[in-house]
């Protein structure tokens, strides 16, 4: 790819082909601290993929770099979400009334985005999921956890409109294709430019990460069984270049999907070894094993990502009991795993 700087996050319009531009933009988030948007020019406007979180930061950084361009902000026309997640949906929510653009994201995140309150504390949805895991008490901490500060005050709703698989939008440049992969969330989808061989993949493949899976309002019952078919229908497509929302733009969807697949290859063998070692619940599995790369113990994460650690082996076990490696007994809602045959 072309002109891209050796830093992903450094700000501006970079150049990825003829009238379509890669702008990284700033986040609220520690850990996380940008989104790469995409600014594609069609016949009525700009289209913008992912225009990050609702901000004054976020709107200064998109009108210097579309000023870069030659553009305004009032030029982008249509805006384009690969999901729901307040990094990538935010802004162009905000930006329907400002700017009076329309906005496009995945049917299936209506789930999580029209049952959406903020008055019932974090993830009340996860509740029936944390004590069938054995974690009760991780549902009761969250119901009286109040949203961060970055969560306060960024206005959420439906879009105007419900993408499905196989629509197409038109570009100046050809046009793109969505392509439905859930897993990352229900109703994720990536944008495929087979013109150009170039895959707007939000956060189904990220290049340096492996996504959270399920982490949503209202989760779905096997998001592992979702993402890891949602990899492969993706597989199944033309080879192409990944620009993903978070991290460089990366050469080969095929190399990294295999990564990504073999990632969690290891990660169901570990965590089969944990339930023949004696670990019951997902919780236990959960509590057994270390986390981030400084090794921390599963109550010395923040709530929020005690939830989404416990969701992950939650969604691992149950692939893990759809190849028959494990097998599990319900008792009193909650679910005990031990090694199958
Ligand atoms: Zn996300």
């Known amino acids: 790819m072309t002109d891209q700087p050796e830093d992903w996050t450094e700000p501006g319009a970079h150049r990825i082909a003829p009238g379509i531009h890669r702008i990284p933009l700033p986040l609220p988030l520690d850990g996380l601290g940008t989104v790469n948007s995409y600014v594609l020019e069609a016949a009525d406007g700009l289209v913008v993929i992912d225009p990050g979180w609702y901000g004054h930061r976020t709107e200064v950084a998109m009108t210097a770099a579309l000023r870069q361009l030659g553009y305004r902000l009032d030029d982008i026309v249509t805006c384009l979400a690969t999901h729901h997640h307040w990094d990538h949906y935010s802004q162009a929510y905000a930006w329907r009334s400002t700017l009076g653009c329309r906005l496009l994201v995945g049917r299936e995140e209506r789930h999580s985005i ?42 959420f709703g439906p879009p105007d ?11 100046s440049n050809g046009e793109i294709e969505v392509v439905s992969t859930p897993g990352h969330t229900r109703g994720h989808v990536v944008f ?3 013109g150009s061989g170039l895959m707007f993949s939000g956060d189904h493949i990220l290049p340096h990460i492996t996504p959270s899976i399920g982490f949503e309002w209202a989760p779905e019952a096997h998001p592992l069984r979702s993402y890891i078919s949602s990899l492969e229908l993706v597989r199944g497509l033309p080879d192409s270049v990944v620009l993903p929302s978070h991290g460089p733009v990366t050469a080969s969807s095929h190399q990294r999907i295999e990564e990504l697949l073999h990632h969690h290859q290891g990660r169901l063998d570990e965590i089969c070894d944990e339930v023949a070692a004696g670990s019951a619940t997902a919780y236990e599995v959960a509590r057994a094993l270390r986390w981030t790369r400084h090794n921390r113990r599963l109550d010395e994460l923040p709530i929020d990502h005690q939830l989404s650690a416990v969701t992950e082996i939650h969604a691992h076990l149950d692939v893990l009991s759809m190849l028959g490696r494990v097998s599990y007994v319900d008792r009193s809602n909650v679910r005990s795993y031990a090694l199958s045959g």
């Open 192 to 194: 495929h430019h087979a």
């Open 161 to 171: 409109r419900w993408l499905d698989h196989g629509d197409r939008i038109r570009l």
């Open 114 to 155: 029209t049952g959406y309150r903020t008055d019932a504390g974090r993830f009340p949805n996860h509740a029936p999921m944390l004590a069938n895991c054995g974690a009760p008490q991780l549902a009761r901490e969250l119901a009286h956890t109040p949203a961060p500060e970055s969560e306060v005050g960024v206005s």
